[in-house]
């Protein structure tokens, strides 16, 4: 029986961790992904997940130990943010290489220094290289919704790569919404227990994970099997937003959520939090204003739809990505690979990044607008003067 | 005389020749040793050491299950397989009553620099596993730079000098912890060796550590075949003791019958040549310090 | 790095990236492991090497052999492996100089083996086997003289099959054995019962026949062959006053009297003179008799030449000895002796190679007052009994290096040629003879048969291998053992196990053996300390310690084995090898 219960995200993605029936738990507290470590701990000292906690002395040992536990055979869970994100970056290569679905959520935060426990995206964008899938939620039920179906796209045959369930720190994490609870007997039909063969350590059928090739032999054909798995969960995760939504009755859109595209000119395109904000202007456009705009909520940044957006936007006469990180030096992760969707001759849309919300600064609705405003102004042109925008740096 | 090797060692080998170690390498008698005693029924951690190569460099393996992750995490290793163990054994997927022995092994580097916390960590939460630390005295992995159980004065690359620090007592460090068992080893010893491994494997679950002594012929720049010889030499001038603390409390398992003066053990090493007398006084000084305390 | 790439390019020929593991996941392929056999450049072996105490041993014996045999409890066995290479093992067992124990490894470590107690031991109890004669061969051999030289001689003679009779001038066998050493050093019982089992092998005997005399060296050297083994029983002569005109004795001579019951009295006070075995023994034999013997010696005690523990014996049982004291002149009254006059020395520094030289110290003269003097002060070759136009050097028979003498069909070994004038030297002597009497019948060549048959680099030759051969698979040694190829880390030390002997002032009552030999507990205990040196002992060690595991036990599950497909060559098996029973040598080379 579901129930309805007013959760913040990090207590949503506990009761989605326990409803997944994770069996091993190792965590280091970090703000703002605390809560979620000490639910877990809680549900697992009184009995309502049979699960192991390991209290681990840093992340990178969690990322460690997560691997371990994973290899055994165990369906492991884990949780950070930032720092300790970046504390276990080694060990997140080790994951995905040796190809052990383990899932982690992210509460996002910004990367210090200057330090702080506000949020960005930077963190998880600077792990887009670690082979991990990456998907972000929006709000604190898209999170709790998200574990399961996290564990059913990694776990599956076809893919078998860790998985990041991404959402902002305090916006998310702290605030409470009304979640639904997923019925657990639901849950368990849904996602089936972790019994791998591929890499498990088994005395009876003896392995070696983690090689250490000193000669030609077969670096390069790893790294494409990785390529190739991601290349497959393009097509899971859809499948599994399907058969999630034929269980709970719920949609997410799959691997990027899309509202008013037919006919529009011009497109708004975040991930995250943002969306919500986003969504709402973008209707507002529409439906008061006429504006022949459309909106794109990214899930899946990692494996990043290419195609499928390309698909989606090469109509538009200009599109504004909309992110909360950058990689200094060149552009914002999320307006860089969309970017690269658009590299034939004759590609069409103008491409524009806004770089906002760094460090937890408040994006408004009135921001937002104007944005898509300027968008609308800009959409004939040839190219505009500077299409890396840093939209909030007071004095610019 | 000693006894019939069958007597001290189980038979079995899970640990075979075709690797790439040195010759003469006191890993590859360790490891070996360490895999008869425990067994097929055992999963590796490997870490960063000189035994990466006949565990991990394609395409050598254990006959063991074998996980290397990084250069550090070792122990965090051992905590999330006997965590994962644990829960499994509840749940029915791996029987209850199977044992299986997980243990970790590492070099000197990754154990009490760069892994130490990883290694406090594990061994403060009383994970189950043996740990076992492979001390050849420098981070010879890398082609021989100094560590923090590099003895004072030792030559290496990155001390050409000698280094000027003293050596790392890791297994008191480890002692501190308050964990079932800690217990020093030698490749020059192997009952003392076989029975101690025996003794932590039997018994009660938790975190067991062990420093292994290992004479590196090509790190110290000794000739191969005198490897055995050097560990008993670092044993009877008082270099290395061999004790145990079983439950906090210490017993010295080996006293040498005459403690012969470290300039017996220093003079066969090139990593020691360019010493001067007050050096080895100081050396001395140290070594006498350390049997004195051990002793008490 | 060839053999590297070799690998990865075969791995790669398989493995695309749709068949390999999902994910770099290994496994397990213990199979396709390196070849480090190929990393080799020097290669442990299991020899079989000579111990120090069998190379040193001037008769061959084959020590290491007869003591793991003895350590079993198999004496009889250990003594037929004695037997296998000199007839007199109760003889050495008693009044060998050791050298075997001199070389010993173990001295290195505790104490050297009392090899000769064991040996003793083992010597009283009975063969399992006695040597049989071998097949009758044609040719006649001729023995001057049944001494241990001539009885050695003679009895490996008969195991090859020859016909053997030995010329005695005495009434009695057994040359110097018999007449010249004393019983309470070798009872005569265990002499005559080794003499008897020589004989008992066919061998003819003429006693009261003196060569040259009785029989002529004309008919002597028409014999297929002759063994010339007739000792020096002459006394050498003491260039001092008084010496010709006054009744000095011979010590050779009066040790021949009373071993022969006949009895020459040396009165109250005897002066010896002398400092080798003859003037001790000479010393202990007229204690027993009842007289006060005094030994005047012109060096100290470190250069007698004498057994040290002979001289040791004859302190402790009270007998003074004069040293840095040299005989001036004879004094008598009335025909009889009164006293020596003798004259301190001071030893001047030694030159190289050489004893320090005694110079008298002028103005030191003294009168000791004496009954009688017995002057051993060296033997020589009695004159006349040599046949004529026969090469000698300083007095003694010309030999080479396999006993041959400048006579063709003449051979001589022992005290009458320039061998060194010990026992177990002698009986060497003999069997080396016996061989190459044997190689002159037969056309083998000497060389090669004594490079197949020598004992390490100096040592005597095995005539028991000759005569069994090899059996099959069975390793040879070759090179002996050296102290630092033993590892005394594997040893537990013990102190040599004390030989029982009479109580002092009991010895000298009588004649009785002074040694009382070691029980069977003793000389288990005092076996069991040999190392084995050069033998592998199926310790384990080399298994133990293998970094490669390339140790193994073999098929058998009796002894070890490398497998050389993977043994790197470091060498810690050899290091560790307690008796040192594998070698080290270049790739390549055995």
């Known amino acids: 029986m579901a129930t309805l219960k007013m959760l913040t995200g990090n207590y949503a993605a506990a009761y989605g961790a326990k409803l997944a029936r994770v069996e091993v738990f ?371 | 005389m000693i006894k019939n090797a069958r007597e001290i060692l189980p038979e079995e080998d899970f640990f075979h020749p075709g690797h790439p170690l040195c010759p003469g390498c006191p890993g590859g008698i360790a490891l070996r040793w360490i895999m008869k005693v425990l067994g097929r029924d055992s999963i590796a951690n490997v870490g960063a050491t000189c035994l990466c190569l006949p565990t991990h460099v394609y395409p050598h393996s254990l006959e063991v299950p074998s996980l290397y992750i990084a250069m550090a995490p070792s122990p965090a290793g051992i905590s999330g397989m006997s965590a994962a163990i644990r829960v499994l054994k509840r749940k029915g997927v791996i029987p209850a009553e199977r044992k299986i022995n997980i243990f970790a092994i590492s070099g000197d580097g990754s154990t009490a620099d760069i892994g130490l916390a990883s290694l406090s960590g594990a061994a403060e939460r009383n994970d189950d596993g043996l740990y076992f630390c492979f001390d050849n005295e420098a981070y010879m992995n890398t082609g021989i730079q100094r560590s923090s159980t590099t003895p004072q004065f030792s030559w290496t690359y990155s001390t050409t000098k000698g280094k000027t620090q003293r050596k790392k007592d890791l297994p008191r460090i480890m002692a501190a912890h308050d964990i079932p068992y800690v217990a020093t080893l030698s490749v020059g010893y192997p009952e003392d060796f076989i029975k101690k491994v025996e003794k932590a494997r039997d018994m009660e679950p938790g975190f067991k550590y062990f420093q292994i002594h290992g004479p590196c012929p090509t790190g110290w720049r000794f000739p191969e075949n005198k490897t055995v010889e050097m560990a008993r030499l670092a044993v009877e001038t008082g270099f290395w003791s061999l004790y145990e603390v079983v439950h906090g409390s210490l017993r010295v398992t080996y006293r040498p019958s005459k403690q012969r003066p470290v300039i017996d053990y220093i003079k066969l090493q090139g990593r020691f040549q360019g010493l001067t007398d007050a050096d080895i006084q100081q050396l001395q000084q140290w070594v006498d310090e350390k049997l004195k305390d051990l002793n008490q | 790095m060839n053999q590297r790439k070799q690998i990865g390019q075969d791995v790669q020929k398989r493995y695309t990236y749709c068949d390999l593991p999902i994910g770099d996941v290994s496994i397990g392929m213990p199979a396709e492991r390196r070849k480090t056999g190929l990393w080799r450049y020097l290669k442990p072996q299991f020899v079989r090497k000579f111990s120090p105490c069998r190379e040193a041993c001037p008769a061959g014996n084959d020590v290491e052999g007869f003591l793991a045999l003895a350590d079993q409890g198999r004496y009889g066995e250990a003594l037929e492996r004695l037997l296998g290479e000199s007839p007199l093992p109760g003889v050495c067992g008693r009044v060998c100089f050791h050298p075997c124990e001199s070389a010993c490894n173990r001295g290195a470590f505790d104490d050297a083996l009392s090899i000769q107690g064991v040996e003793r031991f083992v010597a009283d109890w009975e063969p399992t086997n006695f040597p049989a004669p071998g097949p009758p061969r044609r040719e006649k051999v001729a023995i001057v003289g049944s001494g241990p030289a001539g009885l050695t001689c003679a009895y490996h003679l008969r195991r090859l099959g020859y016909e053997v009779t030995i010329f005695e001038k005495q009434a009695v066998l057994g040359g110097m054995l018999q007449l010249g050493i004393p019983t309470y050093r070798l009872p005569r019982e265990t002499l005559d019962r080794e003499i008897d089992r020589i004989l008992g092998l066919g061998v003819n005997v003429e006693t009261r026949c003196l060569a040259g005399y009785d029989i002529s060296w004309e008919n002597l050297l028409s014999w297929d062959a002759v063994f010339l083994a007739a000792g020096a029983h002459a006394a050498t002569e003491l260039r001092i006053q008084g010496y010709s005109a006054n009744e000095v004795i011979s010590g050779t001579a009066w040790l021949e009297a009373v071993n022969l019951g006949r009895s020459v009295s040396v009165g109250s006070r005897v002066g010896i003179i002398g400092g080798g075995n003859t003037a001790v023994d000479c010393a202990r034999v007229a204690l027993r008799l009842g007289a006060k013997p005094l030994i005047i010696y012109r060096r100290t005690q470190s250069e007698m030449p004498a057994i040290r523990a002979e001289v040791e014996e004859a302190l402790q049982e009270g007998i003074e000895i004069q040293w840095l004291t040299s005989p001036v002149a004879i004094r008598s009254r009335n025909g009889r002796i009164v006293g020596l006059e003798c004259i301190r020395n001071r030893l001047s520094e030694p030159e190289p190679g050489r004893r320090a030289r005694p110079e008298p110290i002028s103005g030191s003269d003294f009168l000791m007052e004496l009954d009688s003097v017995i002057a051993a002060v060296g033997e020589t070759v009695e004159g006349g009994i040599l046949p004529p136009s026969l090469r000698d050097e300083q007095g003694v028979v010309w030999i080479d290096e396999w006993g041959r003498t400048s006579l063709p069909r003449l051979w001589a070994g022992g005290d009458v040629t320039t061998d060194p004038r010990m026992v177990v030297h002698a009986i060497g002597a003999g069997k080396r003879a016996a061989l190459s009497i044997h190689a002159s019948f037969t056309g083998e060549d000497l060389g090669q048969l004594g490079e197949r048959l020598r004992i390490g680099v100096k040592g005597s030759f095995s005539i028991d291998r000759y005569l069994k051969g090899d059996p099959p698979g069975a390793m040879f040694p070759k090179g002996v053992v050296r102290p630092d190829e033993v590892n005394f880390n594997y040893f537990e030390s013990v102190k040599r196990t004390c030989m029982p002997s009479l109580e002092p002032g009991y010895r000298v009552r009588g004649f009785s053996e002074v040694n009382l030999g070691y029980d069977e507990q003793r000389a288990r205990d005092e076996a069991r300390r040999c190392f084995q040196c050069g033998t592998c002992r199926v310790c384990g060690n080399c298994y133990v310690f293998c970094p490669d595991g390339s140790v193994r036990l073999d098929s058998a599950g009796c002894s070890y084995e490398i497998d050389y497909e993977y043994c790197k060559g470091c060498g810690v098996c050899a290091n560790e090898c307690p008796t040192g029973a594998i070698a080290m040598d270049a790739e390549g080379e055995i």
């Open chain 1, 26 to 396: 190792p965590a280091f507290p970090i703000s703002p992904q605390s809560p979620v470590m000490e639910k877990i701990a809680e549900f697992i000292e009184n009995g309502e997940l049979d699960a192991e906690f390991i209290p681990a002395e840093s992340e990178h040992s969690v990322m460690a130990a997560a691997i371990a536990a994973e290899a055994m055979g165990a369906r492991t869970f884990t949780a950070t943010s930032a720092q300790g994100l970046l504390y276990m970056h080694e060990n997140l290569f080790v994951a995905s290489g040796i190809r052990l679905p383990v899932v982690m959520a992210i509460v996002n935060r910004t990367v210090g220094p200057p330090n702080t426990v506000l949020n960005d995206l930077s963190d998880s964008l600077d792990q887009r290289d670690t082979a991990w899938i990456q998907m972000y939620a929006e709000n604190a039920q898209e999170v709790h919704d998200m574990i399961p179906q996290a564990y059913r796209i990694g776990e599956d045959p076809r893919v078998l790569l860790p998985v990041a369930v991404c959402y902002e720190g305090i916006i998310i994490s702290h605030y409470m919404e009304p979640v639904e609870i997923l019925d657990q007997e639901k849950v368990d039909r849904f996602l089936p227990p972790y019994r791998p063969t591929h890499a498990v350590l088994d005395p009876d059928r003896p392995m070696s994970l983690g090689q250490i090739v000193m000669d030609d032999t077969y670096i390069t054909e790893i790294k494409y099997q990785q390529q190739e798995a991601m290349d497959r969960s393009k097509a899971v995760i859809q499948e599994v937003d399907e058969a999630f939504g034929n269980t709970f009755g719920r949609t997410y859109g799959g691997l990027f959520q899309t509202e008013g595209m037919e006919g529009a000119e011009v497109a708004l395109l975040t991930l995250g939090s943002l969306a919500s904000t986003v969504r709402a202007v973008v209707r507002q456009l529409r439906e008061e204003d006429g504006l022949p705009i459309g909106f794109i909520k990214l899930r899946a940044f990692r494996p990043f739809p290419s195609q499928e957006l390309r698909d989606s936007l090469s109509n538009m006469k200009a599109v504004a990505v909309l992110e909360k990180g950058v990689s200094i030096g060149a552009g914002g992760a999320v307006f860089l690979d969309v970017s690269h969707c658009f590299n034939r001759r004759d590609d069409n849309p103008l491409l524009i990044d806004y770089v906002l919300g760094l460090g937890g600064r408040d994006v408004t609705f009135e921001e937002v607008r104007n944005i898509a405003l300027r968008l609308f102004e800009e959409r004939a042109a040839d190219s505009v003067e500077n299409p890396i925008r840093w939209y909030q740096v007071r004095g610019l």
